[in-house]
């Protein structure tokens, strides 16, 4: 099995930025979390983090044309309004779980929409950190569910 964890903008500033919403874990320590369960499920993990909307497409559609098995995206700020990310996903087979640390549901009004879910496999919210585990166990419990 293989999955990329994928993270969009502002993302690389976890830790520093507003840590009463986001808590203290930088994004290397979740990739290393997440690494060490990959590890122990003998699944492929690789991490991507960018500021630039091209090159998430990019990695979208490389995990596409790979076939990888699932893709775990927290898309940030382009949640909300990234029509180009949300058509790219639309594009692949690979599913996609969208994750957020908190509860976009609750914050700002313009936090509440995501143009993202209904093109994604699921979507997670409002468990901060814990999130990408539960992406990342919901792709184990896939793999679990196929035939062998």
Do not use: W
Not at 23 to 44: C, H, V
Not at 51 to 70: M, P, S, T, Y
């Amino acid at each position: 099995m293989e999955l990329l964890l994928l993270n969009g903008p502002n993302l690389n500033r976890l830790g520093k930025r507003e840590p009463d919403i986001y808590g203290a874990e930088t994004l290397a320590d979740i990739e290393s979390r997440i690494q060490r369960l990959a590890d122990e499920s003998d699944i492929t993990l690789a991490c991507f983090q960018s500021n630039i909307e091209g090159e998430l497409i990019n990695k979208i559609h490389d995990a596409g044309d790979r076939e990888i098995d699932g893709i775990i995206f927290n898309p940030g700020a382009f949640t909300h309004y990234s029509i180009a990310l949300r058509d790219a996903i639309a594009s692949i087979s690979v599913p996609v779980i969208e994750v957020h640390i908190s509860n976009i549901h609750t914050r700002e009004e313009f936090r509440h929409t995501s143009v993202i879910a209904p093109v994604a496999a699921g979507q997670l919210c409002g468990f901060g950190t814990a999130g990408y585990d539960l992406a990342f166990q919901a792709f184990l419990l896939k793999r679990k569910e196929r035939p062998s």
